[in-house]
């Protein structure tokens, strides 16, 4: 398991916010957050990246794992990509960096270059 987050509490002075929230992240697991505003997704990315502590829970990661987030009004330049932004924020992964490099080394042959193709 990568991440895991159990009975996540959290409130604003007397309004929950979260109430009971617990998820499970596998090593190759794909998630989305999804909800209608004010339904607590930035407060519980928060949580799960060490920013901000729960009223009560626990969430388990390895210690090496490091969790980021592009928070919502960030000011994105529409010019770049979202992969850009993320390089930009958090660095490229290891993965992202050896896919694009062989990415970038196929395409430097053809004389052109793409930046918004499938890594």
């Known amino acids: 398991m990568l991440l895991q987050a159990s009975g996540i509490i959290k409130h604003y002075g007397v309004t929950p916010i979260l109430e009971g929230v617990s998820l499970q992240i596998g090593e190759r697991d794909r998630i989305g957050l999804v909800g209608v505003n004010g339904a607590g997704k930035s407060t519980f990315l928060k949580i799960l990246a060490g920013e901000l502590d729960s009223d009560q829970g626990s969430v388990s990661k390895p210690r090496e794992l490091r969790i980021g987030y592009l928070a919502q009004n960030s000011g994105l330049d529409q010019r770049l990509t979202i992969q850009e932004v993320m390089n930009a924020a958090f ?29």
């Open 91 to 119: 660095g490229p992964p290891a993965r992202t960096r050896t896919r694009f490099g062989a990415a970038r080394s196929a395409h430097r042959g053809s004389g052109r270059a793409s930046r918004r193709g499938p890594l």
